[in-house]
């Protein structure tokens, strides 16, 4: 063996040896100086008036989970799963795309380079291209759902899938473990999933709006500044779209990483089973996370629900959300969501726009504007390369300058 193959052999080995032992010894390193994240405030609906929830919540941006755990809640024993069960019997046979807008939007418009690359890794990994991903989770019954959420279906993320941050970049690693995770009935309009069992015209009482959205709706269209004060618009650079959306997973199912949604819009989560893991970060403070440069959306590569806050982050929260509660979450907030239990069902709401109760305008605009094509272009090595080859394969692509304000939203 000669010294050239010889060092070869032994630099391999120490490669191996490194992403056998990553996974751990990164949450060592990580988890050396980081904080746990604070907890979310959790109160019971009878204990919080509505001028509490106003001034301690609503108006400063501070998420809290609401308890609906008084004497006329509809909110009793097995009411989730007769919910689901009716949507079931009704719609079990209707066929709908288990994709987010937003990933049905990246998906369609992902750069010819880049969605070859993130293929590759995929196929390494796990055997399967990027579109025989998305075509595993197009047309599919909502029965389908129904048979991929018990418990029998457990998620587990593998030492061999974090290892593989060993070899490829972090943005391709980080979609790489998302994509792994199980298919998930998300962010679609409750309509559009069964409008017989969840459409707006039922009067079904677990899907009502709470006395806080009710109350707030009507302060906003009173008017009344002396409540809530008058703030700059994001109507010019920010999509509102108050369609009522339904989620039903399993455990391990999760739509995004870490990220911030491309809608201006307060958020309440009203859980009907199951239960998620929430982790929210304000925006403020996004320049202690690492982004992961992915154009047309705002994504951070931080594992928070494994390494708590990093160093200087004080502004983080996490809540475990259980059936008959309810979430609020101020709208701009950075967050990611991810199933935990078995069976898990919940409505999404997002009753008002998020810059008409606080001032938000700034951090927003901030935060959009070093997220375009352009700006990737200018910082990282990778976009810099795949623009180059770009340009000289074909004209220049408008795909990955597209205005990002104008993305479909979650």
């Known amino acids: 063996m000669t010294s050239v193959s010889r060092s070869a052999a032994i630099l391999s080995w120490i490669t191996l040896v490194f992403a056998v032992l990553y996974p751990t010894l990164a949450d060592l390193w990580a988890n050396k100086s980081n904080k746990p994240l604070l907890q979310v405030d959790r109160v019971s609906e009878a204990d919080l008036p509505y001028e509490v929830f106003l001034e301690k919540y609503l108006k400063p941006g501070v998420p809290v989970i609401i308890k609906h755990d008084g004497p006329d809640s509809p909110f009793t024993e ?116 069964c409008k017989s069992v969840l459409g707006e015209h039922i009067d079904e009482p677990l899907l009502q709006l709470t006395q806080y959205e009710l109350k707030t709706l009507d302060l906003l269209s009173s008017s009344d500044e002396s409540k809530l004060g008058t703030w700059p618009s994001l109507d010019a650079v920010l999509r509102f779209d108050d369609a009522d959306k339904f989620f039903w997973g399993g455990a391990g199912a ?97 009753p008002w726009r998020a810059s008409a109760t606080r001032n938000i305008s700034a951090d927003t605009l901030a935060l959009y504007e070093d997220h375009t094509y352009e700006e990737l272009v200018k910082r990282s090595w990778l976009y810099a390369t795949i623009d180059y080859v770009d340009s000289i394969i074909h004209p220049k692509s408008e795909i990955g300058k597209q205005d990002v304000y104008y993305m479909s939203g979650k």
């Open 78 to 193: 097995g009411a989730g799963d007769v919910l689901l069960e009716n949507v079931i019997r009704r719609c079990g046979d209707k066929k709908l795309n288990l994709l987010p807008p937003t990933v049905r939007t990246v998906s369609r418009n992902m750069n010819p380079i880049v969605k070859g690359i993130l293929s590759a890794v995929l196929f390494t990994f796990q055997g399967k291209t990027v579109q025989q991903w998305l075509d595993e989770r197009t047309a599919r019954k909502i029965s389908f759902v129904q048979s991929i959420v018990s418990p029998n279906h457990e998620y587990e993320e593998s030492w061999f899938l974090r290892s593989a941050a060993v070899f490829i970049p972090s943005m391709f690693h980080r979609l790489l473990l998302l994509l792994s995770r199980p298919p998930y009935l998300a962010d679609l309009a409750r309509n559009d999933v």
């Open 254 to 350: 999760s739509s995004y990483p870490l990220h911030r949604d491309v809608q201006d819009a307060d958020t309440f989560f009203t859980m009907f089973t199951g239960c998620k893991d929430f982790v929210m970060v304000d925006p403020v403070q996004h320049k202690h996370l690492t982004s992961l440069d992915i154009p047309m959306l705002h994504i951070w590569k931080d594992d928070l629900f494994i390494n708590g806050r990093p160093e200087g982050l004080e502004r983080a929260w996490r809540g475990v959300l259980h059936p008959g509660e309810t979430l609020y979450m101020p709208g701009d907030f950075i967050h990611e969501v991810r199933v935990k239990c078995p069976n898990t069902s919940n409505i999404c709401r997002r």
